[in-house]
């Protein structure tokens, strides 16, 4: 996908396979790192056709060892050098997590901003495919925590494709949480018109005036869906995709609830110390005399993720957001 392109329909998988080609060929010092990503393609086949395109040197199939991965990816930023790294499955991070967030995260910070951190870990993240155990996780709290990581959670197969690309320019280190159970929904991608919103901007995808309801990555289809089905009750519901995680776009939100004077905040982690959980903090702080009801939750319990065959009762589903907009709504 080089040269002038005219807008076409790609699966989000592929959306990102067109974003890390077409910033390949834009720089040659962009290089991709991972388990089986080379001639394989990926687990997922997200990295396909890249290695017979780009060769060996610069599609790296690397040995099962996460916090190996990173820490190369690391000195290889010092060099000049932007890696992109592909986790293979969420729950297989936590090896890396002393790089990423004692290393990664910290390097320009310690150098004084000598030195920048070009690199972007990629991360399958969320439930909803009937995977064993440590192939089902909703990280993003843990880094979301961390100084120094900007997080992006794309859920359409255009902000896939531009959040790729814009990572990867990115000087600091990009967490890229992957949507992998939406893996393969098929969307429009404009890969020659740079969007105009921001990719660490939050985006109202369906304007309403009764609540806000605020969701990312994997979660967007089932609160796109709750809000249809609302509407035919006669509740107009304002849907938010966050789209950034590091930074949040507080601005975008809290306008919002001031005009709707509700907010839901939907998520596949556990809310316990989830995201939500600030972001809750934070709204109920900003817009504290706007409010008409407590700023809700609906998200994953406080549970090992569950077996495939019981994962449907543990994943937030359209029953659970629209008994959450039922009890913002009785207040």
């Given amino acids: ?33 991972g388990e089986d990503i080379g001639v394989l393609g990926g687990v997922f086949r997200v990295t396909d056709g890249l290695h017979a395109e780009f060769g060996s ?22 060099r000049g050098y932007r890696p992109v790294v592909e986790i293979q499955f969420d729950g297989f991070v936590f090896p890396a997590f002393n790089q990423i967030t004692t290393q990664l995260a910290k390097m320009h910070n310690r150098t004084s901003g000598r030195v920048t951190m070009p690199v972007v870990v990629r991360i399958p993240h969320g439930g909803g495919i009937g995977a064993v155990e440590h192939h089902s996780e909703s990280p993003e709290a843990y880094f979301a925590h961390t100084a120094g990581l900007r997080i992006l959670a794309p859920s359409t197969a255009q902000d896939a494709y531009w959040m790729t690309r814009q990572a ?11 949507p992998k159970r939406r893996y393969w929904v098929k969307g429009d991608v404009d890969p020659d018109h740079r969007p105009a919103l921001s990719p660490w901007q939050a985006q109202v995808v369906r304007p309403g005036t009764d609540a806000t309801v ?12 709750s809000a249809e089905t609302a509407a035919a009750d006669g509740i107009d519901l304002e849907v938010i995709d966050a789209r950034s995680l590091a930074p949040i776009d507080y601005p975008t939100i809290a306008a919002s609830v001031r005009k709707t004077g509700r907010l839901l905040i939907v998520h596949e982690a556990p809310v316990v ?3 939500g959980a600030e972001i809750a903090a934070r709204i109920s702080e900003d817009c504290f005399y706007h409010l008409e009801a407590p700023v809700l939750r609906v998200g994953g319990y406080h549970l090992p993720y569950p077996p495939s065959r019981m994962e449907h009762a543990y994943l937030p589903d359209l029953d659970r957001v629209l008994d959450g907009v039922d009890r913002l709504l009785e207040h």
């Fill in 1 to 33: 996908m080089s040269g002038q392109k005219a807008p076409i329909t790609l699966p989000i998988a592929k959306a990102i396979t067109a974003g890390l080609r077409d910033a390949m060929t834009a720089d040659d010092k962009v290089m991709l790192m």
């Fill in 57 to 78: 040197q610069r599609v790296v199939d690397t040995p099962l060892a996460e916090a190996g991965i990173v820490g190369t990816a690391i000195g290889l930023a010092l």
């Fill in 168 to 178: 990867i320019e990115c000087e600091d280190p990009v967490i890229m949480l992957e």
């Fill in 214 to 225: 605020l969701a990312w990555g994997p979660s967007m289809p089932v609160v796109r869906e």
């Fill in 273 to 275: 110390s989830g995201l």
